[in-house]
């Protein structure tokens, strides 16, 4: 009988441990272009997080932990707005005001840097933790909007070594910059498609002949006379404040650039249709970019060259290391399969062996972005 209640007992220990384990915990949240995650689990962690604080206000991880969850949920439009995000960080300059951490959150808080009252809370959250990596996309920013090389490539040989970004990431810039002819102007879009890219150029040496122009921020007056100085191009006078929409103000920046320049223009294969729309005949896929240009020309050519000649692409088939980034890379590397497929069909009508090659990988890619039905589709059609 002692033993019969002696093997309840236990059994009640492991269910308990069980449901224990089942409880949701905090974790350190990360911005949505390091790690995916769903609105639901940044309204979990936003709650655990604010309920550790109330238990612990001086917690500078938790208060880091907190606004972040909290950020990402205004992005994804979860009901949070800047006036939300601004009495948190008002919350924490109470709590922890000489910490890394308000330092760091007061300035990412307030946009790109431009106020030099923001720039300082950067500089002394580098002085109070210099080798922290959340700091490295801020001073890239802050040193773009000056072009200032020498410090761009301090930031990006520091950002190397910190392993911050993932590999794919830097594998996915590598190809978007390969290709692009030289002295390209390529716009780009996001985070993912242009602190890597810049950061391979400073820290690397690689296609340092290209012009990576991130389309928020040439939408900076003083930036964008800046770079428009540096390619010989004549200053945009006009602001956003001349134009009724920002659609407008970003087309009439992007002709801009296409008037006033003889150098091949591109845009990342990440980018916006409606940054082309205009003129969307005249944009061609060339792999992990797009080329603007009015005469045709033999693209399923360049992308067989860029495919077999320039690109990195083992890492699409195999995996070797457990990447905190893995899911963001994979949504990224949705962007191949447009010319995968292109490429799929010219080998399949060449009876060249390389087709099945490129069907299998074309799956892989296709099956981590729930896409294996659309695409199957796809590939069964007739060329």
Avoid: C
Wanted: hydrophobic share 35%; net charge negative; proline share 3%.
């Amino acid at each position: 009988m002692k033993r019969f209640f002696t093997s309840i007992a236990l059994s009640l220990l492991v269910i308990t441990a069980v449901l224990a384990d089942d409880e949701p915990k905090r974790q350190t949240v990360y911005s949505l272009v390091k790690q995916r995650q769903t609105t639901e689990w940044y309204k979990e962690q936003a709650d655990l997080w604010k309920k550790y604080l109330d238990e612990k206000p001086t917690d500078g991880d938790a208060w880091l932990n907190f606004y972040t969850a909290t950020r990402m949920l205004k992005i994804y439009n979860q009901g949070v707005s800047q006036e939300d995000l601004n009495k948190l960080v008002d919350n924490m300059e109470k709590a922890i005001p000489e910490s890394f951490e308000f330092h760091y959150v007061k300035y990412w808080n307030g946009g790109n840097g431009t106020d030099p009252s923001l720039v300082s809370h950067l500089q002394k959250a580098y002085e109070l933790e210099p080798n922290r990596a959340e700091l490295n996309d801020d001073f890239m920013s802050y040193y773009e909007l000056k072009r200032d090389k020498e410090n761009l490539e301090k930031v990006a040989k520091r950002w190397l070594a910190s392993n911050d970004i993932s590999p794919n990431l830097y594998a996915w810039n590598y190809n978007m910059l390969q290709s692009t002819e030289e002295d390209a102007i390529l716009f780009t879009v996001g985070d993912n498609d242009t602190y890597p890219a810049i950061v391979l150029q400073h820290g690397k040496g690689i296609r340092t002949d290209v012009a990576v122009i991130n389309t928020s921020l040439i939408a900076i007056k003083d930036y964008r006379n800046l770079w428009l100085k540096e390619l010989g191009m004549p200053l945009m006078n006009k602001d956003f404040d001349d134009y009724e929409s920002w659609t407008a103000f970003e087309a009439d920046i992007i002709n801009h650039f296409k008037t006033n320049t003889t150098r091949p223009i591109y845009f990342a294969i990440s980018a916006h249709p409606r940054l082309y729309e205009s003129f969307k005949d005249e944009i061609h896929n060339v792999g992990m970019a797009l080329k603007w240009s009015p005469e045709k020309f033999d693209n399923i050519a360049v992308i067989k060259r860029n495919y077999e000649k320039k690109f990195l692409i083992d890492h699409l088939k195999v995996e070797f290391q457990n990447d905190i980034s893995q899911g963001v890379a994979d949504h990224a590397n949705a962007n191949y399969l447009i010319s995968m497929l292109t490429l799929y069909n010219h080998y399949k009508e060449s009876e060249d062996t390389k087709a099945e090659e490129m069907r299998l990988l074309i799956q892989r890619i296709a099956e981590k972005n729930n896409m294996e039905d659309k695409v199957e589709s796809v590939i069964k059609k007739k060329p």
